[in-house]
């Protein structure tokens, strides 16, 4: 079955860069259907963590940013590359020593959108800067 992101890949379009949410990020569901496995609300904390982790995409392409969460009721973000102003990190204490943190993306005429939990933010950030600076060069 093809990702989200694959299937809205358009003409001449490639993925550069692929982020996946950190499972430091879920670590306070999982812990919590750990010790709480005996009772059906530990099943409950270790679906939603799998479910969250299986279905957040988010990838760099050649033109555009593209993010989607959410399994039942699905939230993307499509934005050109061209379009984003900045991607802002912001990582926790805890997100700083596990390598997980929120990218804020912010696009001309676009309000600022959070993607939560994201593992290796600082890579993320980096590779669309690449891209940004490629696809400026090339024009």
């Known amino acids: ?12 379009e490639k993925i550069i860069y692929t982020a996946h949410i950190s499972l430091w990020s879920l670590a306070h569901l999982i812990i919590l259907g750990t010790l709480t496995i005996w009772l059906v609300v530990g099943l409950v904390f270790l679906i939603m963590a ?3 982790y299986k279905t957040t995409e988010i990838a760099i392409t050649n033109k555009r940013v593209i993010a989607k969460f959410g399994f039942i009721r699905r939230q993307t973000i499509e934005m050109y590359v061209q379009k984003v102003e900045t991607i802002q990190v912001d990582q926790t204490i805890f997100g700083r020593i596990f390598n997980f943190g929120t990218l804020v993306i912010s696009g001309a005429g676009n309000p600022q959108e959070p993607v939560t939990g994201i593992s290796n933010p600082l890579a993320f950030r980096r590779a669309f800067l690449e891209t940004q600076d490629r696809n400026e060069s090339s024009n």
Do not use: K, P
């Open 1 to 12: 079955m093809a990702s989200y992101i694959e299937g809205a890949l358009i003409n001449d």
């Open 50 to 52: 799998y479910i969250r």
